[in-house]
């Protein structure tokens, strides 16, 4: 099997870190995910799981459907750009986009790593009355491009950005890199709706949700692109620096080669796929005053799960 040069080039830069006598490798970078429609896919199917409707899907949903006339009041103008940041399969915006179809035009834009993902996004929109659905060279990306988007966006008539960044997809990054991306990008008068967990619970209680075959499966892909075997990994998840951390433990050493390079992989390193940053409710109100001065929040009522509608 050929190895996938970017997650090759992940290992390469990144190297190790030792901790005691065990070599750890981080290449925890969502973007690495999607690379393939079969990662994508296998994405889909995790939201589709029983665990993930009932701790994200459905509470998000509930939020949104409970507050969406408030939400839609502070985003929607007389026209109206909607940026879906991570926009999945666009399930998500058609709640919005159902909202404010008959009140306000309309420009919706997806945005993704992922091609899979804006295609299915696009081709499930453009079914609704929709002003316009941008399909351009940035759709593709990663949230680093966004100040560009954004600004390209606001040409013609549409001058106001609602950016959605719903399902979690905050607990994927480091929050203040983030946050200053997306910031920046926006201007006065422009809204971002946020949809991320918040966890109170014990460290062992959060690690059971990290167990679960459809999560080991998405990201066991990533390194199935690098020419790892299943039978050689034994997967694992812990709570380290406010964040659970998902790994695999090689069972025996290897070998991987790319652009006339070698990484040695020992029996017993760890290499780190995927983190998710957690909050409780202090902590996450405490880092969305820091960047917005107009925040309003939407708790579930077992205070697990948060909207947070921001305007600039």
């Not at 990662?39 to 507050?67: G, P, T």
């Not at 034994?234 to 991987?256: C, D, H, P, Q, W």
Request: proline share 1%; hydrophobic share 40%.
């Amino acid at each position: 099997m050929e190895v996938n040069a970017s997650i090759f080039r992940e290992l390469l830069k990144r190297g190790y870190s030792l901790e005691g006598n065990t070599r750890v490798w981080n290449i925890a970078d969502s973007k690495l995910w999607y690379i393939t429609p079969e990662q994508a896919q296998a994405f889909l199917d995790l939201e589709k799981s029983k665990d993930y409707q009932k701790d994200v899907i459905e509470k998000e949903i509930e939020l949104i459907n409970n507050h969406i006339n408030a939400i839609v009041k502070k985003a929607g103008k007389d026209s109206v750009n909607i940026i879906d940041l991570g926009c999945g399969d666009g399930k998500k915006a058609v709640l919005f986009i159902n909202q404010l179809k008959d009140k306000v035009k309309m420009r919706y834009c997806p945005i993704d790593i992922s091609h899979y993902m804006v295609e299915k996004a696009i081709s499930r929109i453009k079914k609704m009355n929709v002003s316009e659905v941008v399909e351009f060279q940035w759709n593709i990306s990663d949230f680093e491009n966004l100040g560009n988007i954004a600004h390209l966006l606001r040409i013609g008539d549409f001058s106001n950005n609602f950016i959605l960044l719903l399902g979690n997809t905050l607990g994927n990054f480091e929050i203040n890199e983030l946050m200053y991306e997306i910031k920046s990008s926006m201007e006065k008068g422009d809204t971002l709706l946020i949809g991320n967990g918040l966890d109170n619970r014990h460290h062992d209680e959060i690690l059971k949700a990290y167990n679960n075959k459809y999560l080991h499966n998405l990201l066991f892909k990533t390194l199935k692109q690098i020419d790892l075997k299943e039978e050689d990994l034994e997967y694992g998840a812990r709570f380290k620096n406010s964040r659970v951390e998902m790994f695999y433990t090689l069972k025996k050493n290897v070998k991987i080669s790319q652009f006339g390079k070698d990484i040695h992989l020992h029996s017993g390193d760890q290499i780190v796929v995927a983190v998710s940053y957690k909050y409780n409710k202090n902590e996450f109100n405490k880092f969305m005053n820091l960047y917005f001065d107009d925040v309003k929040t939407f708790v579930s009522n077992d205070n697990s799960y948060v909207l947070a509608l921001c305007k600039k």
